[in-house]
């Protein structure tokens, strides 16, 4: 088990950028599949990005294009690059992961993963 924290939320402009971080302890995080999430008031949480512990990554369609999920492993943090941000991007944004591999695109959903980050808000003003 690991422990996330998220950083770098914000008030932004839209077509502004942020960078969010997620800094996880333990000493297993290379092997850690992570995600990132979010969820608007009054909607369900969503899959946002997917990266594996090999460097894989996955994106849903409506950030494809522009946002970019990275790992350093030396740092146990994994990033969130997001630019040109939309007010429908407005949500807190979670982090989320679990040891090994996730197949098939089960990486889609929050049952998926073990630890989860607190959350940090991203509001994109229009």
């Known amino acids: 088990q690991v422990q996330l924290v998220e950083s770098g939320g914000g008030l932004v402009q839209a077509g502004g950028s942020l960078r969010l971080s997620c800094a996880a302890s333990g000493r297993t995080f290379n092997r850690y599949a992570m995600g990132w999430f979010r969820q608007a008031p009054g909607k369900e949480r969503e899959f946002v990005a997917h990266i594996s512990w090999s460097g894989s990554t996955y994106y849903a369609d409506s950030v494809k294009g522009r946002f970019t999920i990275s790992r350093d492993n030396a740092k146990n943090t994994v990033y969130l690059q997001m630019n040109s941000l939309k007010p429908v991007d407005t949500a807190v944004y979670y982090c989320?992961?679990?040891?090994?591999?996730?197949?098939?695109?089960?990486?889609?959903?929050?049952?998926?993963?073990?630890?989860w980050g607190q959350g940090t808000q991203v509001t994109v003003s229009s």
């Open positions: 989320a992961g679990r040891v090994g591999t996730l197949y098939s695109g089960s990486f889609y959903y929050t049952r998926s993963y073990d630890d």
